[in-house]
């Protein structure tokens, strides 16, 4: 079956610090991989998504980037975070060319920034 | 340009009775329609899922109902239970790609 891991789970960073979350799929292969935000009181904003290795799509201009060195990792990264970039970080993958490409969520990270 | 709304951000049931959730789109382009529930500090499951060239899409106590020509589709729990207090996120897809709603926290009274 599959899996996804998102980590850390909570993240406590300052404002300019850098920051790395990393997201690993297991038992499937080729995936999506999608990186998703939820602001306080807001909805679920899709950030970045790749179809492959090396490939990433941005979807929102914004602080921060993301890579996928291997086929079933994705990274999302900033240089220096911001007030603003404070949210539940959500990694996704799905079955290219699925059905409905129903898309399976991973636990999410927390991340404030002071 | 939000391309997928939910414009109630809260809606309160008693148990036994019917929720409805609504959710309205500007994208002629999505072909899929997907719903997700969350729990606080959980990510998304999947919950149910509509085709665009459908109307209506049942599994158990959920049903979905998809009118394009108003782009609007909702979604129905009948019974509703405590359990289902959660956020819903109505989605829409293009090319792989989800674009969700604000979501819309429903809390189901014993």
């Known amino acids: 079956s599959q899996t996804i891991h998102q980590w850390p789970a909570t993240l406590v960073q300052p404002v300019g610090s850098p920051l790395s979350l990393e997201c690993t799929v297991e038992?499937?292969?080729?995936?999506?991989l999608y990186w998703y935000r939820q602001a306080a009181g807001r909805g679920l904003q899709l950030l970045f998504y790749?179809?492959?290795?090396?490939?990433i799509s941005s979807e929102v201009p914004q602080n921060l980037s993301a890579s996928r060195p291997q086929d079933r990792q994705f990274i999302l990264s900033s240089k220096k975070l911001l007030l603003s970039d404070s949210g539940f970080y959500l990694c996704?993958?799905?079955?290219?060319?699925?059905?409905?490409?129903?898309?399976?969520f991973g636990p999410g990270t927390r991340l404030t920034v002071l | 340009d939000q391309q997928v709304k939910q414009n109630s951000p809260s809606l309160s049931v008693q148990e036994g009775r019917i929720s409805i959730l609504n959710c309205d789109y500007t994208?002629?382009?999505?072909?899929?329609f997907l719903w997700y529930k969350k729990y606080p500090a959980e990510g998304p499951t999947f919950l149910i899922s509509i085709s665009s060239i459908k109307d209506k899409n049942e599994d158990g106590r959920f049903t979905v109902f998809l009118n394009k020509s108003a782009k609007h589709l909702s979604l129905h729990i009948v019974p509703s239970q405590p359990g289902d207090s959660a956020v819903y996120f109505c989605g829409g897809n293009q090319g792989g790609k989800l674009i969700f709603g604000q979501g819309t926290e429903l809390s189901v009274k014993p």
């Open positions: 994208n002629s382009m999505f072909d899929y």
């Open positions: 790749s179809v492959g290795i090396g490939q």
């Open positions: 038992g499937t292969s080729n995936p999506n």
């Open positions: 996704a993958w799905g079955v290219p060319a699925g059905v409905y490409n129903e898309q399976f």
